[in-house]
């Protein structure tokens, strides 16, 4: 079992930026065979992705986040991270890591953390 956890989340005035990092752990695991993605969850919505990348480091980006995120990993660290620049209050969520075989927007993946919570203010 690959177990995820988020850190990096919280309150931001927007235009400002944020780091996010994904640590993964598990007993004869490592993240480098895996695909993994960042969702974000806004209150009273369905979680959505906004980033993905291959185990080889090729990112993803949904156009809402293209040019402002930047997801990057660190296979030695079992770690991937999500920078994220030019916050909007539109970014406002819980956002999740996870992992799984296809880097995808879609909530296709096997693993998951719990999340951290991102508020941007206007």
């Known amino acids: 079992q690959l177990q995820l956890v988020e850190s990096g989340g919280g309150l931001v005035q927007s235009g400002g930026s944020l780091r996010l990092s994904c640590a993964a752990s598990?007993?004869?695991?490592?993240?480098?065979?895996?695909?993994v993605g960042w969702f974000r969850q806004a209150p009273g919505k369905e979680r959505v992705g906004v980033s993905a990348?291959?185990?080889?480091?090729?990112?993803n980006y949904v156009d809402s986040v293209n040019g402002r995120f930047f997801i990057s990993r660190d296979n030695t660290k079992n770690m991937v991270y999500l920078q994220m620049n030019s916050l909007k209050p539109e970014d406002t969520g819980v956002y999740y890591c996870?992992?799984?075989?296809?880097?995808?927007?879609?909530?296709?993946?096997?693993?998951w953390g719990r999340g951290t919570q991102v508020t941007v203010s206007s």
């Open positions: 996870a992992a799984g075989p296809i880097a995808t927007m879609r909530p296709a993946y096997d693993y």
């Open positions: 598990g007993t004869g695991l490592t993240l480098d065979h895996y695909a």
């Open positions: 990348i291959t185990p080889g480091g090729s990112p």
